[in-house]
């Protein structure tokens, strides 16, 4: 199924994102826990790529797998700034063969010493348009910040760029992890404004360990409420307690979302069953199943 379609069915939506083991030697403890998430049934599974391609070669299989095994639909990342077009053509035609019909469309980060120049792609609306040239059935994402990109000079150049996107042939969005609800709920209503109107959904990161905050923050550049911090402050030093707290902080994020008609949830769960199944069962009788 097309995640288009499950954006816009009615439902309120929660999906996961997981990512490929960075080594043959952990391969099994992240399949375990990738089917631990699956057969929870969510709306949907991201499966991310690496940005140099170096775990790329799971990242298909392990969708492919969530979408065969537990028939949960699987969105395969796709990242472009270290590949060429044939390299592109060449995933594309696997995500094809793979029957896998969505894939986010990312640049990837910029690797060490890198140069522009005779590189086929730069910008994540290259690969966007590259898909939808080479296979247009399949359903193409994109990233999204609604505390603007941290590469774009101000929020108004972020907001063009992103409609480009949508006009390129994004079909939806998936926004960068935030812990303040407000700062979406400002983003939905200036991008709306200017006539972006394809599916947003919300990305939520749980803080369960105090370590994860300074690496979110390096990441995305997020905005911590003062209420958040105080969390960290309170329960950090406790990992048991740490958890709790930080699971019940982005339950209490998705349950605000969902009664400000924000339909569609994507959590990051950093491949870790034990709080895909807590948000879960927090929410058991808020999401439609």
Known sequence: MKIREILNNGKLNLSFEVFPPKTDSSFDSVISAVNQIAALKPSFMS?????????????????????????????????????????????????????????????????ENFSPEGRDYTHAIDLVREIKTVAPEICVGGACYPEVHPESP???????????????????????????????????????????????????????????VERAIKLSGSHMPQRFKSLVDKFGDNPQAMMQAGIAYATDQVIDLYANNITNVHIYSMNKPEVAQSIMNNLSHIIDK
Not at 69 to 98: D, F, R
Not at 154 to 171: F, P, Q, S, T, V
Request: with cysteine; net charge neutral.
């Open 154 to 212: 101000n929020r108004n150049e972020d907001i063009k760029h992103l409609k480009e996107k949508a006009e390129a042939g994004c079909d939806f969005f998936t926004t960068q992890m935030f812990f303040d609800n407000n700062l979406l709920y400002s983003f939905l209503y200036r991008i709306r404004e200017a006539g972006i109107t394809v599916p947003i959904v919300a990305g939520i990161m749980p803080i369960t360990n105090a370590n994860q």
């Open 47 to 111: 499966v991310t790529y690496g940005a140099g391609g170096g775990v790329s070669r799971y990242t298909l299989d392990i969708a492919e797998n969530i979408k065969e095994k537990y028939n949960v639909p699987s969105l395969a990342h796709l990242t472009c700034i270290s590949s060429t077009k044939g390299n592109i053509e060449e995933m594309i035609g696997k995500i094809k063969s793979s029957g896998i019909e969505n894939v986010l469309a990312l640049r990837g980060d910029i690797p």
